[in-house]
């Protein structure tokens, strides 16, 4: 695995493969979950929502938890909390709130909570094997 995918030219910046590998996984996952979906006749556009909103708190959960178990990295520079950018997620604790927020979500709307998790579930797994790769 290479950590820096590339380099962006005259910026010094560079494209992270695990940041690069999350976003391809996020939108293959938008993509699935949107096409099945539409076969079991599920509102594609609540369920691409529900699933925008899980990946914004699925990241924040995921740098949450990481602080707290590094919370040491972090004593006296606690700016540093949000940049996400030099690394520092934690798998479950993404899951845990991306879940959270999705379940809110579902309850918000009204929408049944089984049915739009199956669906979800799927494009989690997608998007899972993606970040893998990165």
Known sequence: MYPE????????????SYGLMMVIG?????FLIRRLSRNITLDTQLI?????????GGVVGARLLYVVHYFDQFRGRLFSVFAIWQG?????GGVI??????IFYLRRH???????FDILAVGLM???AF???G
């Open 5 to 16: 995918f590339f380099e962006i030219p005259f910026t010094h910046l560079t494209l992270k």
């Open 110 to 116: 009204k929408l049944p909570i089984r049915r739009y």
């Open 26 to 30: 996020f939108m293959a996952a938008i």
């Open 97 to 102: 709130l991306a879940i959270a927020v999705i």
């Open 131 to 133: 970040g893998r790769i």
């Open 88 to 92: 520092g997620l934690e798998f479950l």
């Open 126 to 128: 997608l998007g899972l």
């Open 48 to 56: 691409a929502n529900a699933a925008l909103y899980s990946l914004i």
